[in-house]
Each structure stands twice: as C-alpha cells, then as structure tokens.
C-alpha cells in the first residue's frame, strides 16, 4: 500500500462512519433495544480518527517530499553558497539608503518605517556574520547532572539522556542548533 492509498483508504473509512452514523440516526425502524446515540457517537469518533489519520499520513507525506531527516540535517550542516562578507557588503550598501536626517528622536517619533528598516537591517547583518562563525563552530555538551544523567548544551538547552553517553545513544548532532556536538566537561 502506498501514502496514497493509505490516504485514500483513511478518507474512505471517514466518510463510510460518517454515512452510516446519519443513516443509524435517521432510522426509524430501529428497534428501541438499540443506542442509537451510541453508536453514533462511536462512528463519528471512528470518522474523527480517520480524518485525523489522513491528515497526518497528508503532513508525513509532505516531509518525505522535503528528503529524509539524516538528508535534511546534512543540509543545515552544509557550508554556506554565499560569500557572507559580500552580503554584508550588499545589506550595508542598502541600510545607507534608508532615508534617515535628522537626529533619533525624530526618527522614533516621525518615521517609525525607517527605524524598523535600521533594525532590521542591523538584525540581518549579524546574523550573516553569527552564522558564519556558527557553522565553524560546534555544540559543546557539558554532564550538568550526574545522577539524573541531564547535559547542558553549548546553544544553552538542557537534555536528558536516560541511559548511557550522547555517543552510547547515537547523538552526534545536536538536536537543538544542529551543529556536531563535542563533549566537554568531566564525563568526555
């Protein structure tokens, strides 16, 4: 069977619940003996979790699209296509143009659009250049918790491993920033 059949299937199910609790509500030549509102109530969950089930299988199918997780994180951890110094270059060259001239005041006061342009233009070149030296870089894991077995990562998240190292348990990249992880700490 393939996602789309599954999907197909799934979709089909829902709609067959969905009929046959109108036709079992409608009926009036059911006998009383019979809970009508009960089974009912039990087609239409049945056709809740069909649809909700398509919708997934329609989600997962659309990450499959995307590639495969170990696919998807070997293209974060891929260098950069672009010469981050030539970028900065450019957003430099474009957050001069933003018309500002006269003092700060008035900018925040008056002209409210260009502030948020200076910003934003400041936000993007640090960005270029932070991730420039963050791909160079990699995540530092630090056994914070001995006992409850907790590390602390260099991207400053927590993360508990129930048994065994990061290595013991196939961590080589960390889940938080992507970045390879290096041990550090007393337990490396």
């Given amino acids: 069977m393939t996602i789309d059949e599954a999907i197909s299937h799934a979709r089909e199910v829902a709609e067959c619940q969905k009929m046959s609790a109108r036709l079992i509500e409608d009926n009036a030549y059911m006998p009383e003996s019979v809970d009508k509102e009960a089974i009912t109530y039990g087609n239409t969950i049945c056709a809740d979790e069909h649809e909700q089930l398509a919708e997934w ?51 925040v006061n008056d002209k409210p659009k260009e502030l948020g342009m200076l910003i934003a233009y400041n936000k993007a070149i640090e960005i270029v250049k932070s991730s420039e030296q963050e791909q ?5 894991w630090k056994l914070e918790d001995a006992e409850s077995n907790l590390y602390v990562t260099g991207c400053e998240n927590r993360q508990l491993i129930f048994e065994g190292t990061p290595e013991e348990n196939g961590y080589k990249y960390c889940p938080y920033c992507g970045r390879k992880i290096k041990r550090g700490g007393i337990d490396a």
Wanted: charged fraction near 35%; hydrophobic fraction near 30%.
């Fill in 57 to 107: 299988l329609e989600e997962l199918k659309q990450y499959r699209a995307i590639g495969t997780p170990e696919e998807c994180l070997a293209a974060k951890c891929t260098p950069t296509a672009y010469d981050p110094d030539k970028v900065v270059e450019q957003l430099e060259k474009l957050k001069s143009l933003v018309p500002v001239n006269r003092v700060l005041d008035d900018i």
């Fill in 136 to 140: 160079k870089s990699e995540c530092e």
